[in-house]
């Protein structure tokens, strides 16, 4: 066997490895009953948190000598996968996702002071990569330097469980236009931080407010491909989360249609809902794959920003429609509180908007196409 081949059946088993132990862990620990508790706030998800961290998803992406596994994007994808399978109510997109992400790519005295403390679970560290409606490149913060310092100004929103957070990575503009990625803690004076309630009560977003924060210039740690790989980190990431999600409404619906019995036949029984169903599974095949290969493909040279665009559109439309779908499927049932299938439509509808919605990531297809 080849080194390249003995590296690739290495990573399909660690992948195997990493589903079977999150899928069995968030079975047991994020049962719905615990999701709704902690969504609520009757419950306090800090164990479950500590859990997670002991298990080492913070630090998939980290190098062992920060402690971490030293794996890559399709390792954590899967954890991500089943984490959108289960409605896990984790900070799972900031803590593991988009700090030490950003991190890793800045490196330096960044890099080896906040990756530790992140897989250590002493800190969460997030990034905020748009501006006040959390489209990314529009960026309404602005830096500029005064007495030796930066100083930063403005406003970001929908930032991923910034109300967690010990620090945040801010995209903001210099006087000149150009981009930067400037690391910010969030106890340092002028940092404003409030909660953005949205529809899916999963997840945790805030609206970002500086007023003349000052840091030093060592707290640039990027400029524009940082922030752009930032935020296609997370696109991507909202992509995985959401073919867990639709793999597993399907199989609910599935199930549903199998037992639930109309005319004195089952529901599964009739073809225009077999056909339904059939598409369901024909969109959810699809987004994986989409997943798969912008996983893989990511610190590939000149193939991210395309393979991120169609895993997001592709995988998050497909979401939407497949939870729309079994919420319709289950007819009334569908439509009560007490049943999951709207948490995971929830859950599908904000994931469309994060990071770029479908016609974001189509114009970008558009820019790569036409250049």
Do not use: N
């Amino acid at each position: 066997m080849s080194d390249a081949a003995a590296t690739a059946t290495e990573g399909r088993e660690l992948r195997a490895a990493l589903r079977e132990t999150a899928r069995s862990f968030l079975a047991d620990r994020c049962r719905p009953d615990v999701v709704r508790a902690i969504a609520a706030g009757d419950r306090d998800g800090d164990a479950l948190w500590r859990e997670v961290v002991e298990l080492g998803w913070t630090g998939v992406q980290a190098p062992e000598e920060h402690g971490g596994l030293g794996a890559g994007l399709p390792e954590l994808a899967v954890l991500l996968e089943e984490c959108g399978r289960a409605l896990a109510p984790l900070p799972m997109l900031g803590a593991a996702v988009l700090g030490p992400g950003a991190l890793l790519d800045a490196g330096g005295p960044a890099a080896a002071e906040w990756l530790p403390r992140i897989v250590a679970g002493q800190a969460i560290v997030t990034a905020a990569m748009a501006g006040a409606d959390g489209v990314p490149g529009r960026l309404d913060t602005r830096v500029g330097a005064e007495g030796g310092r930066l100083v930063l100004d403005g406003v970001a929103g929908f930032v991923a469980d910034l109300p967690a957070a010990d620090a945040v990575i801010v995209a903001a503009r210099g006087g000149r236009g150009e981009v930067a990625a400037v690391l910010v803690e969030t106890g340092a004076a002028g940092v404003a931080i409030e909660d953005q309630p949205v529809h899916d009560c999963t997840r945790r977003l805030a609206r970002l407010t500086l007023r003349g924060v000052e840091v030093a210039p060592a707290a640039r740690i990027g400029g524009a491909e940082l922030v752009e790989r930032a935020a296609d980190r997370g696109a991507l990431a909202v992509a995985a989360d959401g073919v867990g999600g639709a793999g597993r409404v399907l199989e609910i619906t599935l199930e549903h249609l199998r037992t639930r019995e109309q005319f004195g036949r089952p529901l599964g029984s009739f073809q225009a809902l077999k056909h339904r169903c059939a598409d369901m599974f024909l969109r959810l095949t699809g987004a994986r794959a989409a997943v798969e290969h912008a996983a893989a493909a990511f610190d590939r040279p000149g193939e991210r920003v395309a393979a991120v665009a169609i895993a997001k559109s592709t995988a998050a439309e497909a979401y939407a429609h497949i939870a729309g779908e079994g919420v319709q499927m289950h007819g009334g049932i569908g439509f009560t509180w007490e049943h999951d299938m709207h948490l995971f439509l929830k859950r599908a509808k904000l994931g469309e908007a994060l990071f770029g919605d479908g016609d974001h990531h189509r114009d970008r297809l558009d820019r790569l196409i036409f250049a």
